[in-house]
């Protein structure tokens, strides 16, 4: 079985600086794309960022220029660094991992169990 673990959510001012990972546990043959995506109270799941295996990125309009995606693919592990933090980028934070289990399995999205970032005015 496979799980994405997640770490680095917390409480931050407005203005404050988080760093989240993800990495998963369990056996894993590759990787392509992996990625970020959050949930606020009442509302549907958003893309925030997404890194290919070649690292091309993607960015949500609301956090270009602050938030910065990234990864180690020896380890592979992604990373969100998140910047100027605002209130409004209060949500659940949901790594996403594009994966096969095995060399000749079909790929698959896992998805980690989502870390709380609050972010106070």
């Known amino acids: 079985q496979v799980q994405l673990v997640e770490s680095g959510g917390g409480l931050v001012q407005a203005g404050g600086s988080l760093r989240l990972s993800c990495a998963p546990s369990?056996?894993?043959?590759?990787?392509?794309?992996m990625g970020w995506y959050r949930q606020a109270p009442g509302k549907q799941r958003d893309l925030v960022a997404t890194?290919?295996?070649?690292?091309?990125?993607n960015y949500a309009d609301s956090v270009k220029g602050r938030f910065t995606i990234s990864r180690d693919n020896g380890k592979n592990t992604v990373y969100l660094q998140m910047n100027s933090l605002e209130p409004e980028d209060t949500a659940v934070y949901y790594c996403?991992?594009?994966?096969?289990?095995?060399?000749?399995?079909?790929?698959?999205?896992?998805w980690g169990q989502g870390t709380q970032v609050t972010v106070s005015s």
């Open positions: 996403k991992a594009a994966a096969k289990r095995y060399e000749f399995s079909v790929e698959y999205d896992y």
């Open positions: 369990g056996n894993i043959f590759s990787i392509t794309e």
């Open positions: 890194i290919t295996s070649g690292g091309k990125t």
